[in-house]
């Protein structure tokens, strides 16, 4: 059994920041990353960070500059820095961890989402 929980997310005026944390829990094998993604009403899914085992980063484009990923190994728990905040910013925030199984295997863990909204 595992727990993915996220939390963090709320109302932020634009400028502002926020930061959100997803832990984990349960039998989790290793972990090859973690990553936010977020999803705006009437709008795909999209990646907005991740960050993989050899601690490599990756970024929207939307995001390079404003948010920062980063992690908790002994917690296994992610964060999301998220500064000068944007009201095309909003979104609910989804939090995922791929963990291995096997040498060939992985898994997607998804948490259960935190609402981002950035307005005035």
């Known amino acids: 059994q595992v727990q993915v929980v996220e939390s963090g997310g709320g109302l932020v005026q634009p400028g502002g920041s926020l930061r959100l944390s997803c832990a984990a829990s349960?039998?989790?094998?290793?972990?090859?990353?973690m990553a936010w993604y977020r999803q705006a009403p009437g709008k795909e899914r999209e990646l907005v960070a991740i960050?993989?085992?050899?601690?490599?980063?990756n970024y929207a484009d939307s995001a390079k500059g404003r948010f920062t990923i980063f992690r908790d190994n002994a917690k296994k728990t992610v964060y999301l820095q998220m500064n000068s905040l944007k009201p095309e910013d909003t979104a609910v925030y989804y939090c995922n961890i791929r963990d291995r199984i096997w040498a060939t295997s992985t898994r997607d863990l998804w948490g259960q989402g935190t609402q981002v909204t950035v307005s005035s």
């Open positions: 349960g039998n989790i094998f290793n972990i090859n990353s």
């Open positions: 960050i993989f085992s050899s601690n490599t980063t």
